[in-house]
């Protein structure tokens, strides 16, 4: 297999046979970020898709000032967070998210993966309140501060920080039922 | 379990999962119906020729932008004088007339689509991109539409449905009468300055004199509903009976037409229908009496937020989940 450099140089001068190299390794790390920043599987799949798609534009603007997979990290923390705020008040007036017995829980679509305690996990994470997720994805999965979330997901820094005391806390009381 | 449990938790989860299906044959797809390489984007004679194009796809987006595509269904459907064949474009003052055997499809601009019913005759108003906007001059139309509130209008004989963000079956004769079954999202019915709120699985009789009846959920009882159109046909002044009537046969799940109800009788009666409403379906707090039956805005909508949020968890969930009608609280 060609140097990951290589790759990416050879997918930014058009090579898809070297793009889809480039989905095959990061396809997996991709899919798991979108998984748990959506809690639902079929979302899941369609945001990873876009992550791509979107990466093959704007490739050209990578100019290796950071590693390739961080960049594309934030790429796809970015797509999937925006795909949220154009939908999300579709969303909300269909079905309000601060119904008590929201049915999010049953959507899953995709097999959760891990065993034991990480499945539980898994499917507490993804029955999180959207804003809870998130911003419990970001800080204790994928090591973003508070002052990225914030500017991220487009909310006060304190309320990142109430989000994550408020998800750590169901996260707690569901792994303990 | 305690925090640290629950970080050392987090710690374990695998930083990679394989999604369950190969996505890579539909991102290349998408990939090949796009207009170029990344390569190509960094070569600067890609430059005029790209404008050039945009130009040219703006003039062409210009002349196309009042006119929708429509698509025969079953039998050849007349746009104006003319037969549809396959497909055709419907643009603004355009008649789309279908006969006993011919059905058509209308795409909305890039927001929803719109079946039209055999004998039924739509005009398309206005299509921009901020409105969309179609006349149902007689017949019946299937409507499904993605997008933010009050893009998509269907005027009727005797008023206008306003799309919420929905998809609905609205028929009218040529007269105005008419009946609206909402299976998604919410319409607001509006003829001057009188409207009703009509939530997914919810119906909602059209009259051509009065415009927007009383909305009943789909598996009211039949004599609940016919007591809504009664109260419907009667003159104002004549209802005190007819409102009795809708009264004694509601039950919890009604609570959307007793919201309607209480801002349609005659001012004596709504102390009546406010006490039935919150019998059983209780105000959220801050909602007073007084102030329902005074019909301030902020009392209403507080009250319809709860009745709505209750009535989309029972449908949401219909078959799935018993869902007291109270309080939308999930029956143990």
């Not at chain 2, 601009?109 to 039924?120: F, T």
């Not at chain 2, 709505?308 to 309080?327: A, K, N, S």
Request: with cysteine; hydrophobic share 40%; net charge positive.
């Amino acid at each position: 297999m060609p140097p990951p450099d290589d790759l990416v140089a050879r997918a930014q001068a058009g090579d898809q046979t070297a793009f889809r190299e480039l989905y095959r390794e990061h396809a997996g790390r991709v899919y798991a970020l979108c998984l748990r920043l959506t809690g639902d599987g079929r979302d899941a799949e369609e945001r990873t898709q876009d992550v791509f798609v979107r990466l093959w534009d704007k490739l050209s603007s990578f100019r290796g000032e950071s590693a390739f997979s961080s960049w594309l990290h934030r790429l796809a923390v970015n797509v999937v967070l925006n795909e949220r705020r154009t939908t999300g008040r579709r969303e909300r007036r269909v079905m309000p998210a601060e119904d008590p017995d929201n049915v999010a829980g049953a959507q899953h679509a995709a097999p959760l993966h891990g065993s034991g305690l990480s499945i539980d996990l898994e499917r507490a994470i993804a029955d999180l309140p959207d804003g809870a997720r998130e911003v419990f994805v970001l800080y204790d999965i994928e090591g973003y501060g508070h002052g990225e979330i914030a500017q991220l997901v487009g909310i006060a820094e304190g309320t990142s920080k109430a989000q994550l005391f408020r998800a750590r806390r169901l996260l707690r009381e569901k792994l303990e039922r | 379990m305690n925090e640290h449990e629950l970080q050392d938790a987090v710690n374990r989860l695998p930083k990679s999962i394989e999604p369950p299906r190969d996505l890579w044959p539909e991102i290349q797809a998408r990939l090949g119906t796009r207009a170029g390489s990344p390569s190509w984007q960094r070569r600067w004679y890609w430059v005029p020729l790209a404008a050039a194009a945009v130009l040219v796809f703006l003039l062409i987006a210009r002349a196309e932008r009042s006119a929708w595509d429509v698509t025969a269904l079953a039998g050849r459907p007349l746009i104006g004088t003319k037969r549809l064949a396959a497909s055709g474009r419907l643009h603004v003052g355009d008649w789309l007339q279908t006969d006993d055997s011919s059905r058509a499809l209308i795409a909305v601009g890039r927001i929803g689509q719109v079946e039209v019913r055999p004998d039924s005759r739509v005009q398309l108003v206005v299509a921009r991109t901020t409105e969309h906007r179609l006349a149902l001059a007689r017949g019946t139309i299937d409507a499904k539409v993605d997008a933010v509130p009050r893009l998509f209008f269907v005027e009727t004989p005797a008023g206008t449905a306003i799309d919420l963000g929905c998809a609905y079956t609205l028929e009218t004769d040529s007269l105005g009468k008419g009946l609206l079954h909402v299976t998604a999202g919410e319409v607001e019915f509006q003829t001057g300055s009188r409207s009703s709120r009509v939530p997914l699985g919810t119906l909602m009789q059209i009259r051509p004199a009065t415009g927007p009846g009383i909305p009943y959920v789909d598996d009211a009882p039949a004599p609940f509903v016919r007591a809504v159109v009664a109260f419907d046909l009667e003159q104002r002044g004549t209802r005190a009976r007819a409102t009795r009537s809708v009264l004694a046969l509601a039950r919890a799940q009604d609570a959307i037409s007793l919201w309607h109800l209480l801002q349609r009788v005659d001012v004596p009666l709504r102390g009546m229908v406010y006490d039935r409403l919150a019998a059983l379906v209780p105000p959220p707090a801050g909602v007073t009496r007084r102030a329902t039956i005074a019909l301030e805005s902020r009392a209403l909508e507080g009250y319809w937020t709860k009745i709505q949020r209750i009535h989309f968890r029972m449908m949401v969930l219909r078959g799935v989940r018993e869902i007291d009608p109270r309080t939308g609280v999930a029956k143990p």
